[in-house]
């Protein structure tokens, strides 16, 4: 069936290092992907998404291209703050004509000064 | 820009009580999603509205039920409540295209 896997973390880093969380899909299908962020004690943000093969999205320096013949959508940014610090899931809908979203199991982020 | 609402933010219930979580859409959006996330864990899809009627269903339990109204706000009943029904339970909104799934704060379900 349709899955996703996450990378487990935590991912520990510095601020200004660069981040990489890597997540591969499977689909019989073809999915939308899309990567959600959850701060601590709030609910998931959309961060970006990627509706077919080789789009890229972005938003707020986060970058994830579609990579059909990886089955891949990693997540990446080239400096990261403190404020970044949250949890990252990657998420992909299996097709057009259904409606739930499968999740990762999340990426635990955490940014030091 | 005005958010998917929803409420109550939190709830504490006895062990075989009913709980009604409620969810307002975004404006203009009219397809409403439930999910709900164990701790530590991802978000599983329950069950979704377009226009009124159920348009696809997850892992429900039979104990809970949903539906959306004329407003386009959704509620969700979960009756005989269990001890693993504590969670976040989220609810999403989509415009017509249901291409990209914006969700709300989330109500924290607690039973005792």
């Known amino acids: 069936g349709d899955s996703v896997t996450q990378m487990e973390g935590p991912v520990t880093l510095s601020e200004e290092a660069f981040l990489t969380i890597n997540c591969t899909y499977t689909a019989t299908g073809y999915p939308s992907l899309f990567w959600y962020v959850q701060y601590p004690g709030e609910g998931l943000q959309l961060l970006l998404k990627?509706?077919?093969?080789?789009d890229k999205g972005s938003n707020k320096g986060f970058e994830a291209t579609y990579r059909k013949e990886t089955t891949s959508f990693h997540l990446e940014k080239g400096s990261v703050q403190v404020s970044d610090s949250a949890v990252y899931f990657c998420a992909l809908r299996p097709s057009y004509n259904t409606d739930k979203l499968i999740f990762g199991t999340g990426t635990r982020l955490q940014v030091f000064p | 820009a005005a958010g998917v609402i929803q409420s109550p933010r939190h709830l504490i219930k006895e062990k075989r009580e009913t709980a009604t979580l409620k969810c307002y859409p975004i404006p203009r959006h009219d397809t409403v999603y439930w999910y709900q996330q164990g701790p530590g864990q991802d978000p599983q899809f329950l069950i979704s509205?377009?226009?009124?009627?159920?348009?696809d269903k997850g892992s429900i339990p039979d104990r809970f039920s949903a539906q959306q109204f004329s407003d386009y706000h959704s509620e969700l009943n979960m009756s005989s409540l269990e001890l693993g029904d504590s969670a976040l339970y989220f609810c999403?909104?989509?415009?017509?295209?249901?291409?990209?799934?914006?969700f709300g704060p989330g109500t924290r379900l607690t039973v005792l």
């Open positions: 509205f377009y226009e009124k009627m159920q348009s």
């Open positions: 999403a909104s989509s415009s017509t295209s249901r291409d990209t799934q914006y």
């Open positions: 990627a509706t077919k093969a080789d």
